[in-house]
């Protein structure tokens, strides 16, 4: 599943980023990395996305997030 596809108000996982590796370093360097845990906090109108990622809240818009992978996050995590 992508993080396009996420559901407002829950957890997942990051299984893997797909995007030219200048913005994948970018992102990294943002903390959004395999196995990072985030919250979705909202969804716009023209696809942008609001998440929250080790405190921080970050927008990313539907290139970017239907380029990452995301599993949902387990109770063990």
């Given at each position: 599943m992508t993080l396009y596809e996420a559901k407002k108000g829950e957890r997942y996982c990051i299984s893997g980023l797909y995007v030219e590796p200048q913005i994948t370093r970018r992102l990294q360097a943002l903390g959004l990395n395999d196995g990072?845990?985030?919250?979705?906090l909202n969804r716009k109108k023209k696809g942008a996305l609001i998440i929250q990622?080790?405190?921080?809240?970050?927008?990313l818009g539907k290139h970017i997030s239907s380029n990452i992978e995301i599993k949902e996050a387990g109770e063990e995590v």
């Open positions: 990072t845990v985030l919250n979705v990622v080790r405190g921080t809240r970050l927008a």
